[in-house]
């Protein structure tokens, strides 16, 4: 197993850098960021006081490493019914609102995962989170074929401190350097993404992301919140989330843990059916300002 670091510390100072003004997106660049670059950051969604409260629930939680690291541990059974204010950040409004935009459908939450990035981490190898067949990391929840994963960052990141690492626009190759099973240690388009605390990554589950080391002598805590349109579900049946353990969860936030198996489609939808529409601006080539 390759425990390399994924970046040396020099090269962190010549690293591409995404310089933009997140906070002044529209709704429709939002969108168009996602579908396009492959990612978004969303400034300044958790308060300072919703920070302090999220990260001392979480710091009860029991966390296990990574197979190749001890510096990378987290927790990936969540939404934990012991951590409530955790649990309401799934239905965060300005996150819900921009979601329901971006897929046009009921909104399904798939997963919700803690990752503890501590001093020394090596970085996260650059992968995607689709895994159209399935695989034995993602299990069969990874085969949606449409999943937004959100990131929000707890902690400040800095060039040092385990920034988010992507390659934009990577999600549209059709070449097989593009197969969502690859893996890459680095790469020369890698882009490194700063923010600060309280901000989140949206990212397509297609695009190819990771993460640079942690070369600063603080922690850099994340959660990772996984929703998915009503529409695409997974290739096959997946095993349902424990229905007491859901109902133990804020009332709010319940709506939002359907069915798993959730597959809104027309399997037998034939060539020509009827009252066929004209218009739908959700695929439109001028859509985002629509």
């Not at 978004?40 to 969604?45: A, C, F, Q």
């Not at 709010?252 to 798993?260: A, K, Y």
Request: aromatic share 8%; hydrophobic share 35%; glycine share 6%.
């Amino acid at each position: 197993m390759d425990t390399k670091f994924t970046n040396s510390r020099e090269s962190l100072d010549n690293a591409r850098r995404a310089h933009t003004d997140w906070a002044g997106f529209t709704l429709a660049e939002r969108i168009a960021a996602v579908e396009l670059e492959g990612y978004v950051v969303i400034p300044n969604l958790l308060s300072a006081e919703q920070i302090e409260k999220i990260g001392t629930e979480l710091d009860t939680l029991t966390t296990v490493p990574r197979d190749y690291t001890t510096q990378l541990r987290g927790s990936s059974d969540g939404p934990w019914p012991e951590c409530p204010e955790t649990a309401r950040v799934i239905v965060l409004p300005a996150m819900i609102e921009f979601l329901s935009a971006l897929f046009g459908d009921a909104l399904i939450c798939t997963s919700c995962l803690y990752d503890l990035s501590l001093p020394g981490h090596p970085g996260i190898a650059i992968h995607t989170d689709s895994q159209p067949y399935g695989s034995q990391i993602f299990g069969l929840q990874a085969s949606s074929p449409v999943l937004a994963r959100v990131l929000y960052y707890l902690d400040d990141l800095t060039p040092q401190r385990a920034p988010f690492k992507v390659i934009p626009r990577s999600h549209l190759s059709m070449h097989r350097d593009g197969l969502p099973y690859n893996r890459y240690l680095a790469h020369e388009g890698e882009q490194m993404v700063t923010c600060t605390a309280g901000s989140a990554a949206v990212i397509n589950q297609k695009v190819f992301h990771g993460n640079y080391p942690n070369y600063s002598n603080q922690r850099r805590r994340l959660l990772a919140i996984a929703y998915r349109p009503a529409w695409a579900g997974p290739i096959a049946e997946v095993p349902e989330r424990d229905a007491d353990r859901i109902g133990r969860l804020p009332a709010e936030v319940q709506p939002l843990m359907g069915s798993l198996n959730t597959r809104d489609i027309d399997f037998n939808v034939p060539n020509r059916p009827d009252d066929l529409g004209t218009a739908a601006n959700g695929i439109h080539p001028d859509r985002w300002p629509r």
